[in-house]
């Protein structure tokens, strides 16, 4: 079956600009997670959603970046006015339950560099 | 606050040697500890997956262990070959849904 999709798969943005990155996780999946990996580190939580709710945004670096997902499904993180130290790779993951204790299953990621 | 450490950063070893790849961690109330493989430019890959009952799991030339007490896993690759160059993340999960990752062990294989 599917696993997890996320588009763009690469993004370059000029500084100052705003983007958009998509994820689509496995169809029923209940939780909904976004990492942020810079160059050389492992990746870094940033968000979690269970359904629509959104539990815990405590690892988003600034108000520039906002995550969503509206449906309970496809989820959407945006990132404002981007800045250098923005550039990594954006990852997103998904479980079945809502426990958050299940195995996570990770897509492909989105590389964004910002210029 | 859980962290987690993985020795050594690098590792080159030539073809068919055996090799063992280390993860260190603080909190030892952890749930699951998981070992995924990342190519470059890839996403992440699940090699292993251990629940906080169990000690080790294994699928093919890869056998994972845990030791919850003394805070640590080890990564076994049996056989070594150059498909297995990559980097090597493991991820903690302790008291939260949150993945801990350690930093990786970038591994190279030579013919």
């Known amino acids: 079956g599917a696993g997890v999709s996320q588009s763009p798969r690469y993004k370059v943005a000029k500084r100052g600009q705003d983007v958009a990155l998509r994820c689509d996780p496995i169809s029923g999946h209940v939780s909904l997670f976004w990492y942020q990996q810079a160059l050389g580190q492992g990746p870094e939580f940033l968000t979690y959603?269970?359904?629509?709710?959104?539990?815990?945004k405590s690892g988003l670096p600034s108000d520039r970046f906002f995550a969503e997902r509206p449906e309970g499904s496809v989820s959407t993180l945006k990132i404002q006015r981007t800045q250098q130290e923005d550039s990594a790779v954006y990852l997103c993951?998904?479980?079945?339950?809502?426990?958050?204790?299940?195995?996570?299953?990770f897509g492909p990621g989105t590389r964004l560099t910002v210029t | 606050k859980q962290e987690v450490t993985q020795i050594p950063a690098a590792l080159s070893v030539p073809e068919g040697e055996n090799l063992v790849l280390n993860c260190s961690f603080t909190?030892?109330?952890?749930?699951?500890l998981q070992w995924f493989r990342q190519d470059p430019g890839k996403g992440l890959t699940s090699l292993l997956l251990i629940q906080s009952s169990q000690r080790e799991q294994t699928s093919g030339r890869l056998n994972a262990s845990l030791d919850k007490s003394s805070g640590r896993s080890t990564l076994y690759i049996a056989a070594s070959q150059p498909g297995d160059s990559a980097t090597y993340l493991c991820?903690?999960?302790?008291?939260?849904?949150?993945?801990?990752f350690g930093t990786g062990t970038r591994l190279k294989v030579l013919a």
């Open positions: 959603f269970q359904n629509e709710a959104q539990l815990d």
């Open positions: 993951a998904s479980s079945l339950g809502g426990s958050g204790r299940l195995e996570q299953y």
């Open positions: 991820a903690a999960i302790s008291g939260t849904y949150k993945y801990i």
């Open positions: 909190d030892s109330a952890i749930y699951n």
